[in-house]
Structures are given as structure tokens and as C-alpha cells.
């Protein structure tokens, strides 16, 4: 296992430089975890796995969580994890980007685990996050519903009170690995609660009484969504009932930034695969790469690309500092991750041309992914809008 | 020879400073001590006024010299692309001739590359050099000339050889601008300012001694003079042009001003080009359109890609300063500035609304708005458009192949523009 003795010179060499450039040991990490994904998560595996409904090899997983500990990124090594911060999560997810690995671990090892980081006590995170940790357990985190929004103030979700027992009343939806988590970490405000008051999280297993799950047909079929509905479920608080507001706002703060980093990886995949095939098409008796008309929009690909990177990059150290700029400039990478993540996947599919709308080429999987990342945890206008509001400088 | 140490630069010519700094000297004499000591331009060979230092060491004296609160050799303008490129290339005669009054700052100079049918593509210039006697008569006109007006010597490239493809048959000239036949007319541009020229030169006359490097290989000097270009364009589109702090008020200070006055004039406009991005978040707030969401919208895009190319460039640099192979993030910094520039031109807009009508002491921040409105059309043509930045990008960066050519035959019988 690749543990935090190994890495420990990364988490010491931090300054205001780290925010341009990874250390050595970093590129070496992710040299790890690129290897790691392009022998377990080839296209053709996406593929066998994203048609199943539980939407990942357990195999896979198990290996990932053995070999490289990558569940446990994010968890100190006191609750059993690696005791890493954002860069090196930004790593691991745009190389699961790159490849589109097929796992619960956007769902489990960041919203879920980040949520019970910032939420559980001392005690609940020594009984709840080994297990994640070590990809022995799978957690989903349950906020949105099916007005489709993340946020406090549109939770509607409530959590009863009857002498220190709660049930939990409500449908949410958007579940990521919803369906195949063994137990949902549930946002619940309060009864008669209104805005960002009375938010709580809360526990529920996966066969509780009275929670019904559906798996949604998702039009990226790699991220299973579900939509659970809670009838008097019975639900066990983690943390603090009440006051969870701003330890939500801290969970999406990250798991924006993650996301973003994922993104970026599939956009420089398939500008990378757009290359490829320019070179290797021949029309009107030259190589399609030869035209300007296709020079130009890989040029410019190559740009939004790149930018898009130095966001990324930038926001994951600003979350690692927990910089106050955080909240402004993960929503700026989130916006413009998902903007250049859509711009590339549709320039891929035009510059395969006929080949590029086919279900036999890969373009259209990370179409869908990346249409799905764009709206998934807001859509870029509304990050744009918390970028206005959180922007702080003159 | 050993490398010295920072440190020792440092106390060497923190030393001499304390022994020869006058404010009360004029500029030219002052920079003659410079140009005499070699703590003037550090970095040049110690034959030519300067002292063999590294780049980096010549960096420190600079900021020793500057944080002395003493004046430096003259490197404003073309000048410096000058020095760079006679230093390289020039015989010991020009060097000689032209050198010190570079960092004395005596002689001003321009850049005569561009010609009206020739912009993207520099290598298809028209403007003629016949040797007759001792000298070589020069006919053609050149355009987008910066500072021509207030120049003496201007770096001219002129075809001497028609009958070879056109790469082969240019050669580097300096000419001498103050002579009857040159004509330098300003050229008004769409933003109402006139920082270029056009030149036209009618059997201009040049000596014989003053080609640099050999006969028909002015191409090649000409790369010299480019790439420094494309650091002092790097430079101003970060800055804008600088201007001195100083409350000093020595004699020399005095001079001092005046020259930056003259210099930075034609650059006064160049951070409108770049579509001052830094100040759309205020401007709306100032003016109430960060009420409108649709606003907030625009000058969040602005920001954004303004940013992000902030960080793209922090990160070229750091990958350089750690020694690693360039990445493409290296390359992209001007095509970049030409979204920004329109993106914070958009917001602007929207921000301004219908005062965007108006310009002078009429329009916003006293016509700054108008001005950006109107500048930024020239930030994705200046310096290489944006269409031969995608081409340098596609071709260097991506590998992808270079477009079928029609110009590799003599230059006499390729294709050309038809300038009246």
C-alpha cells in the first residue's frame, strides 16, 4: 500500500507555489494511478461495466482500495486512511477522469467521506470511516431531491424528533451509487425549519425500513443515480443535529473541486484522442489534420484545455490550504471544468465526424459524462454566480 | 570562467554605485559611467560594455541599481532588440558605432519589417535594396512602425536577391532614418491614437558597411530580433508599460522623465487592449450591473479565463524555474489574451451599457471604457494574429502538419499583393 510515509515529504512542502506545480513525488503518484487505471479501466471494461446495475467491478474496487489505498485518500491515518489533502485527490480523480473508471468513488470516497469528515464526531468517524477508508464499505451521500438542486436552503427532506429518535420523511434524488452504497448519509433539515437552519446529516442503512430505492436511466450510463424515498425510515444523526449548514457547504466546497479535476481529465483525454485520429484520417488526399479548419480547433482545444488545468490545479491547492478563496475559485473551476469538458467532447465527436456519433466509438461516453458532470452538484451558471458572490478582491 | 556569486555582485556594484552615483549628472553622462563600468548592461561581453555576466546575475545588479535609487542604462523601445541583435550578428564596426549610444540612450530606434502587403507573412517583403557603388539604395515602404518619428537608426530588412525563394534573398540593414530619403508619416488607428508609423523610404541611401550579418541571410538575423520581441511583448502585455516612482529630483531625474514620457507614449492605449479585465468586477459594482444577473454572468466569464490565464502563466513560469521540460502552457499565453481580452470587452459592455457610446471626457472612467472598446480589436492581430499563433500552436505544440505551400519557388514569380 502506498501510504503516507511514502508521500509524507508532499503534505510538508506547501507554499503559495504549490498552487503552479506538482512536487516530484505527486507526478509519481499520479504515474501510479494512471497505470493502475489503464489496466482496470479500459474503455472496453467501462463498457461491461456501466451496462450492470450495480455499476463497477467489485474486483476493481477491491484492488484499487488494496494496492493504492485510494478510498482512504482524503481520511487521516488516525480513522485508517492515507492523510493525504485535495492535490493529491485532484490527481487520483482526473486520472479516473482520463479513463472514466467505473466506481463509487466521487460518491463514496469524496461526497460521503467528506460529509462524515466535516460532520461526525471523534467516535463516529473511528466507527464509520476504516471501513471506507479501506473500500471495504460503500456510502452515499444523499442531498439533492428531485428539484435538482445542492443546497441547503432546498432541502425539504425532514428529520422527526420523538425522544431522541429520528425518522426521516422525504424523496432524494440524483443519488450517485444510491443504490449501491451500504448505507446513505442523509441531509434532513429539521421539522419547520426554513433556509439554511435545522440542517442535519444523518445515517441510514441501506435496508432500512420504509427506504425505497430506484435506480434512474441516466444518460451517462458510467454514474448510477438513484432516487430514494423515505417513508418514517428510522435514521441514526452524525454529528450535531441542526447546525450542519456550513459542513455542507465545506462537503460541496471539495467535492466541486474534485469533480472539476475529473472533468479535466476526460477533456485531455479526448483532446488527445481528437489528435490521434486527425493524424491518422486521410481526406481529399491529405491527413484531416492537415486542414487549418481542424488545426485552428485543436489549437484552441488545446488552449481551454490547458486553462481549464491551471483552474483545476488552483483550486485543488486552495482547497488543501483551505485558502479563503476557496469557495470563489471552486466554483470557477467548477463552471469552467464543465464548460471546456462539453466544448472538447463535442469538438471530439466532429472531428471523428460520422465515426464520432456512433455507440462504437468512445467519444459519446465521455459526452455523456460529460454532460452529466456539467449539471451534476449545479450547473455552470449558477458557479458563476457564487463566484460573483464569494469573489472577494478589488 | 567561475560563476560569482549574488552576493559578491551585489556588494561589488553596490559599492560602486556609492562611489559614482550623481543625481545631479545628466542621463548621457551618467550612462556613460554605466556604459564604462560594464554595470550598465552586466550581461554583455566585456568588450562591449559589459561584464560577462549571466542573465540572473545581470537581473540582481538591476535590482541593486534599482533599489540604490540610482538610474540604469536606457532600455526602453526597440533599443534593446537592437543591442541583441548587432551584439549577435553586427561586425565590430557597427558595434563599435552603435553600441554605447544604446545604453546611453542617445539614439532611439525602430523596427522596419512590416510592410503593407506583407504582415502575417514578414518573409514576403517587397522593399528593395540595390547595391550601386559603396552603398545600397533602398525603395519600398514599411509600416506599423512604433516610435519612427522620434528615431534616428531603424532595423531594416530589404530583399537583395530576387531570384531565390524568399527566405534566401532578404538581408539586415541599419538604416539611418534622418536622411532625406526616408519619410515617416504617423498612422492613425481606430482608437484614435497614432503609436505606429508608416515609412517610406525613396532611394534611401545606406553604406555598404552597414549590412548585418552575411549578404541574404537576414532571415535568420531577423529571428534574433524576434525572439527578443516576443519577451518585450510578453512584458508589455503584462504591464502596459511602466513608468518610474521615483520622488527624487536630481537633474538626472528630470531627463529621465522626459525620456519615459516620450517612450511610453505610443504604449499609453496597451492595457485597454488587453481589455482591462482587472476592472470589470469594480465597474459593475460601481455602476449597479452587478444587480443583473445576466451581467454577473458575463463579468464572471471575464474573470474566470482572466484568471485562469494568470495561473497558466504562473505555471509556465514554474516549470521553468524547477527546470522541466516547457509544457504547452508555455505557448498559449497570447491567443489566451485575445479571449480575454474580448470576454472583459463583452462585460464592459453589458456593464456600461449606452455610455458604451461615448468616449472622451464623456464616456466612463473618463473615456477608459471606449478606449478598451476600441483597442482590443488589435490584441489578436499585433505581434502575430490569432490565426498564425493557432498555426504555430497546432504545428509546434500538437505536432499537427504544416500546410501545403505555394511560396517555395524564386520570389519573383510568387504571388504577391498589389500595393498601390
Redo the contacts between chains.
Keep these: 500500500m502506498l501510504n503516507g510515509a511514502v508521500y509524507s515529504v508532499v503534505n510538508s512542502i506547501q507554499g503559495t507555489?504549490m498552487?503552479?506545480?506538482f512536487t516530484d513525488e505527486q507526478e509519481q503518484f499520479r504515474d501510479f494511478v494512471r497505470k493502475f487505471m489503464s489496466s482496470h479501466s479500459a474503455t472496453n471494461a467501462v463498457r461491461v461495466q456501466m451496462e450492470t446495475e450495480q455499476g463497477y467491478d467489485r474486483d476493481v474496487w477491491k484492488n484499487l482500495s488494496e494496492s493504492l489505498g485510494l478510498p482512504g485518500l482524503l481520511i487521516p491515518e488516525e480513522y485508517g486512511g492515507q492523510g493525504f489533502g485535495a492535490i493529491e485527490l485532484g490527481i487520483a480523480l482526473e486520472e479516473m477522469g482520463r479513463s472514466l473508471l467505473c466506481a463509487p468513488y466521487l460518491g463514496s470516497s469524496v461526497l460521503a467521506t467528506t460529509a462524515i469528515l466535516n460532520t461526525g464526531t471523534d467516535k463516529e468517524k473511528n466507527q464509520l470511516l476504516p471501513d471506507l477508508a479501506a473500500g471495504k464499505k460503500i456510502a452515499a451521500l444523499a442531498l439533492a431531491e428531485p428539484s435538482g438542486q445542492w443546497d441547503a436552503a432546498s432541502i425539504e427532506t425532514v428529520a422527526q424528533e420523538s425522544n431522541g429518535n429520528y425518522r426521516i420523511n422525504g424523496t432524494k434524488s440524483f443519488v450517485l451509487d444510491g443504490s449501491s452504497a451500504d448505507y446513505i448519509v442523509v441531509v434532513a433539515r429539521q421539522e419547520n425549519s426554513v433556509g439554511e437552519a435545522g440542517i442535519s446529516f444523518f445515517i441510514v442503512d441501506s435496508s432500512a425500513a420504509g427506504l425505497d430505492k430506484r435506480l434512474l436511466d441516466t444518460v451517462d450510463e458510467t454514474r448510477k443515480l438513484s432516487e430514494l424515498k423515505f417513508t418514517d425510515v428510522a435514521a441514526k444523526p452524525l454529528g450535531t443535529v441542526g447546525d450542519g449548514a456550513e459542513a455542507l457547504q465545506q462537503t460541496l466546497n471539495l467535492s466541486y473541486v474534485a469533480l472539476a479535476n475529473e472533468m479535466m481529465g476526460g477533456a485531455q483525454k479526448l483532446l488527445e484522442n481528437a489528435?490521434e485520429y486527425?493524424?491518422l484520417r486521410v481526406q481529399f488526399g491529405?491527413?484531416i489534420?492537415?486542414f487549418?479548419s481542424?488545426?485552428?480547433k485543436?489549437?484552441?482545444l488545446?488552449?481551454d484545455v490547458?486553462?481549464?488545468?491551471?483552474?483545476v490545479?488552483?483550486a485543488a491547492e486552495a482547497a488543501a490550504e483551505g485558502a479563503d478563496d476557496l469557495p470563489a475559485?471552486a466554483s470557477?473551476a467548477k463552471?469552467?471544468a464543465s464548460d471546456t469538458y462539453l466544448k472538447v467532447a463535442a469538438a471530439c465527436i466532429q472531428i471523428h465526424g460520422g465515426i464520432g456519433f456512433t455507440w462504437e466509438n468512445d467519444t459519446h461516453l465521455y459526452f455523456k459524462r460529460a454532460k452529466s458532470s456539467e449539471v451534476f452538484l449545479g450547473g455552470p451558471?449558477l458557479h458563476?454566480?457564487r463566484?460573483?458572490q464569494n469573489?472577494q478582491?478589488? | 570562467m567561475t560563476e560569482l556569486s549574488e552576493e559578491s555582485v551585489r556588494m561589488e556594484v553596490r559599492t560602486w554605485l556609492e562611489q559614482n552615483w550623481d543625481e545631479n549628472l545628466g542621463l548621457v553622462e551618467w550612462r556613460s559611467r554605466l556604459a564604462g563600468s560594464g554595470w550598465g548592461r552586466p550581461n554583455w561581453p566585456q568588450e562591449w560594455y559589459g561584464r560577462g555576466l549571466s542573465n540572473n546575475l545581470a537581473t540582481v545588479v538591476q535590482e541593486e541599481i534599482r533599489q540604490f535609487g540610482a538610474v540604469g542604462a536606457a532600455d526602453s523601445g526597440v533599443r534593446m532588440l537592437a543591442a541583441a541583435t548587432l551584439l549577435e550578428h553586427a561586425t565590430d564596426y557597427i558595434k563599435d558605432k552603435l553600441l554605447h549610444k544604446i545604453i546611453t540612450g542617445e539614439d532611439a530606434w525602430c523596427q522596419l519589417f512590416s510592410e503593407p502587403g506583407s504582415g502575417s507573412d514578414l518573409a514576403g517583403l517587397t522593399t528593395k535594396a540595390e547595391l550601386k557603388g559603396d552603398n545600397w539604395i533602398i525603395n519600398g515602404q514599411k509600416v506599423w512602425t512604433t516610435s519612427a518619428h522620434h528615431a534616428n537608426h531603424g532595423l531594416l530588412l530589404a530583399r537583395t536577391d530576387w531570384d531565390v525563394p524568399k527566405h534566401k534573398g532578404i538581408s539586415y540593414f541599419v538604416l539611418d532614418i534622418l536622411q532625406p530619403g526616408v519619410e515617416v508619416r504617423p498612422l492613425r488607428q481606430m482608437n484614435g491614437h497614432a503609436s505606429f508609423n508608416e515609412v517610406f523610404m525613396t532611394n534611401a541611401v545606406i553604406p555598404k558597411d552597414m549590412l548585418v550579418g552575411k549578404l541574404n541571410h537576414g532571415w535568420e538575423v531577423a529571428m534574433t530580433t524576434l525572439s527578443h520581441e516576443r519577451r518585450l511583448a510578453d512584458g508589455l502585455r503584462q504591464m502596459g508599460g511602466t513608468a518610474s516612482k521615483s520622488k527624487s529630483k536630481g537633474k538626472i531625474f528630470k531627463e529621465l522623465a522626459a525620456e519615459l514620457k516620450v517612450e511610453s507614449a505610443p504604449y499609453k492605449w496597451y492595457p485597454q487592449r488587453a481589455g482591462r479585465p482587472d476592472l470589470t468586477v469594480n465597474r459593475a459594482r460601481e455602476t449597479g450591473a452587478i444587480n443583473d444577473p445576466v451581467i454577473r454572468q458575463e463579468v464572471a466569464k471575464a474573470l474566470t479565463i482572466h484568471q485562469a490565464n494568470q495561473w497558466t502563466g504562473r505555471r509556465a513560469r514554474q516549470a521553468q524555474k524547477l527546470g522541466r521540460p516547457p509544457g504547452p502552457e508555455g505557448s498559449l499565453g497570447k491567443l489566451a489574451a485575445s479571449h480575454v481580452a474580448r470576454a472583459a470587452a463583452r462585460a464592459h459592455t453589458l456593464t456600461t451599457g449606452a455610455n458604451s457610446m461615448l468616449k472622451g471626457s464623456d464616456g466612463d472612467l473618463n473615456g477608459i471604457i471606449a478606449e478598451v472598446l476600441l483597442s482590443v480589436p488589435a490584441v489578436s492581430i499585433a505581434g502575430g494574429t490569432d490565426e498564425i499563433q493557432r498555426n504555430i500552436i497546432s504545428e509546434r505544440v500538437l505536432g499537427l502538419p504544416k500546410e501545403p505551400r505555394s511560396d517555395t519557388g524564386p520570389f519573383k514569380d510568387v504571388p504577391r499583393n498589389v500595393v498601390s
Design positions: 507555489d498552487r503552479y506545480s489528435l486527425a493524424q491529405r491527413l489534420g492537415s487549418q481542424m488545426k485552428h485543436l489549437a484552441d488545446l488552449m490547458e486553462l481549464a488545468k491551471s483552474a490545479y488552483y475559485v470557477l463552471a469552467f451558471d458563476r454566480e463566484l460573483i469573489w478582491k478589488s
